[in-house]
């Protein structure tokens, strides 16, 4: 047991050191050089996979893990600028020059603060959001929850019981990260139309080679290749979501996935449950 928690505890000096050593070579040399593109949206929506497709790409150059979490994290943010700006930056320590910087940490979609933050970071700065079918998308989330061990009550239990003590939370928010038209509202009413991409997650599954020409035009670079499809960081359910907690859910939602189609222009019958 001792041997174990030295290991651990020499394993996160390593990283401690790694983070500090590039935070001091950007804190001495970094220029005014800024992140050009961000990728946020829906936990359990498919930014993995997007982040894993966008690092093959010869012009872009991703932060050195996925998930910085930057524009979400309350210390940092009350780092003084420069010593705040250093510690973000030594995430791209590796990016040259002529490559287009990108990161992603779907969160920024939905915490307070980071939408605003960002565009003081970076006012014009382009936006990529990944949504995917609420319903599905919040039985994802439970499912990795209950895997990790922090929730022990049933999905029918979780998406029936009061929505208002987990709307902030980072676990226990199945439902309400779920409602997007806000969230898309916010985003459109702090950044212009050409700086935003939103796509759905169901057509970067089915289809990525489209979906990602979609996104390096948007992006002024060009096309990658035919690529084969990726499914990152999926797991197994012990069984799929009921047909109860699905219709419930469908109805939960339906009103604000109303409000997403006319916000986005988007035809969302499928996760209204229309065939």
Not at 86 to 96: E, G, I, K, N
Not at 196 to 216: A, C, G, M, Y
Not at 226 to 245: E, V
Request: aromatic share 14%; proline share 4%.
């Amino acid at each position: 047991m001792a041997i174990g928690f030295c290991k651990k505890l020499t394993r996160a000096l390593a990283r401690i050191v790694y983070r500090v050593t590039h935070m001091a070579r950007e804190f001495l040399f970094t220029q005014n050089r800024r992140v050009s593109f961000i990728i946020g949206g829906t936990q359990k929506g498919g930014t993995s996979a997007l982040d894993w497709y966008l690092r093959q790409h010869p012009g872009i150059c991703m932060a050195s893990r996925k998930e910085v979490h930057f524009f979400d994290n309350k210390l940092v943010q009350q780092f003084p600028s420069r010593l705040r700006l250093s510690y973000y930056h030594s995430f791209f320590h590796s990016c040259a020059e002529d490559k287009l910087w990108g990161e992603a940490t779907p969160i920024y979609m939905w915490w307070p603060d980071c939408l605003e933050r960002i565009k003081a970071y970076n006012p014009p700065v382009r936006l990529i959001f990944v949504l995917r079918d609420p319903v599905f998308r919040a039985y994802s989330h439970w499912n990795m929850e209950r895997q990790r061990g922090f929730e022990k009550e049933s999905f029918s239990v979780c998406i029936r019981r009061s929505q208002g003590w987990e709307k902030k939370s980072r676990v226990y928010s199945y439902v309400s990260r779920g409602f997007y038209s806000e969230q898309v509202k916010r985003i459109k009413g702090l950044f212009t139309d050409d700086q935003l991409l939103f796509i759905k997650q169901e057509d970067l599954l089915k289809n990525p080679t489209i979906t990602l020409k979609v996104i390096t035009k948007f992006l002024n670079l060009s096309p990658l290749p035919q690529i084969d499809k990726q499914t990152i960081h999926a797991r197994d359910y012990d069984s799929p979501i009921s047909r109860d907690d699905e219709e419930f859910l469908r109805h939960v939602f339906f009103g604000d996935v109303e409000q997403v189609e006319r916000e986005l222009g988007w035809d969302l019958s499928d996760w209204k449950g229309i065939d």
